[in-house]
């Protein structure tokens, strides 16, 4: 059985933004409330209800500006920062919150169709500047940082933060150019079997890493057991963020180890723990450095 989904929530409650929910290209700031910063004004305040832009604004020194996140975005704060008030989630905001917080930017995640008139209202009537943003694919992560660098006032450190990340990327395609390019099965939220499929950024995440996602279909699929042996992965990877590193023989690895399939034949079974390792973010370097160690590790997997 297939389910496609939109958002995911993992065990640790990793929301994966962006997922298929695009809000269309990110949009940049207008002069005027939001440029404030850039301009020598009054410091923008900034209310993010999107985790993978909050996540981009601490790695390019934007975090400071926030003044409101969502219930979910706290997982991607500095510890200091995570008393900052919450203003619902992506599906339903706590408006009175927002009147108080007087924020000059609010950034969500939405197609535009589906955006509220009473959000429409609120960023009219408050003179607040709206960033959709979008995170389907990885080219729409340098889009993104940047428009939140311009937000903040941070366009010179958005711009080194995507450079290095290109320029890490492009060290590690290096690196495999000449390896296989094994079958993966990205098991992302193994609670629920929800694999990654193509046309994501997590399917351009494991090419960047020289291997192959499984032809599961698009998007994020729910899979059975029966179509996991049918697909038969080269390497099974099992997403588990934040949680404990693998261990040897990892008991976490033990329902998976039976599938009869080459990568638990060949013991390429892999937890993947690093807390921010689904999130589309200028650490996508880092992130695909790691998945490529696993996908081409050979047989240091649980038995």
Known sequence: M???????????????????????????????????????????????????????????????????????????????????????????LNYEQLVKLQPTVLIIQQEEARQAARLKEFVRDHDVELLNMKFDHVADIWASVRVLGKAAGREAEAERAIARAQRELEDVAVDYKDAEHPKVLYIMDPANNLACGTHTYVDEMITLAGGQTAPVGDGFVTLGRETMVKLAPDVLLIGAPDAMAEMPNDPRLTRWMDLPVPATRNRRVFLVTDGNSQMPSVDIGKNVRALAELIHRNGLGAK
Do not use: H, M
């Open 2 to 92: 297939r389910r496609r989904v939109r958002f995911i929530l993992p065990g640790a409650l990793v929301l994966l933004a962006g997922c298929g929910q695009g809000g269309g290209t990110a949009s940049a700031p207008a002069t005027g409330a939001a440029g404030g910063a850039a301009s020598g004004a009054v410091a923008p305040r900034i209310v993010s209800t999107v985790p993978a832009a909050t996540l981009n604004l601490v790695l390019i020194g934007g975090d400071k500006l926030l003044v409101g996140v969502s219930s979910y975005d706290r997982l991607f704060l500095p510890e200091s920062e995570r008393n900052l008030p919450v203003v619902g989630d992506y599906e339903q």
